[in-house]
């Protein structure tokens, strides 16, 4: 069984930092990519970064320059630093990793529960 769970999200004031983690667990033979979603009310689950397992990221324009995705590959964890958060960032933010469990054959697809983030004042 491989679960992932998230964990620091939380109310903060515009321009304020949150950090999310992210810590896979379970029968795990490798970990491909990881990456950050997420949801605002109303409106579709969009994607906000991805990682590598060789550490190349991606993110949307829409956070470029204010939000980190790192990794520790030894501890099969994602982050997500977040500065200068916006009204418009609150949403629940969900982790996702391509994962091969030991003794399977394939790379599944596995999405944390999500934490919310609240960005108001």
């Known amino acids: 069984q491989v679960q992932l769970v998230e964990s620091g999200g939380g109310l903060v004031q515009p321009g304020g930092s949150l950090r999310l983690s992210c810590a896979a667990s379970?029968?795990?033979?490798?970990?491909?990519?990881m990456a950050w979603y997420r949801q605002s009310p109303g409106k579709q689950r969009e994607l906000v970064a991805t990682?590598?397992?060789?550490?190349?990221?991606n993110y949307a324009d829409f956070v470029k320059g204010r939000f980190t995705i790192s990794r520790n590959n030894a501890e099969n964890t994602v982050y997500l630093q977040m500065n200068s958060l916006k009204p418009e960032d609150t949403a629940v933010f969900y982790c996702?990793?391509?994962?091969?469990?030991?003794?399977?054959?394939?790379?599944?697809?596995?999405w944390g529960q999500g934490t919310q983030v609240t960005v108001s004042s």
């Open positions: 379970g029968s795990i033979f490798s970990i491909n990519a």
């Open positions: 990682i590598t397992s060789g550490g190349s990221t």
């Open positions: 996702n990793a391509a994962i091969r469990p030991r003794y399977v054959s394939a790379i599944l697809d596995f």
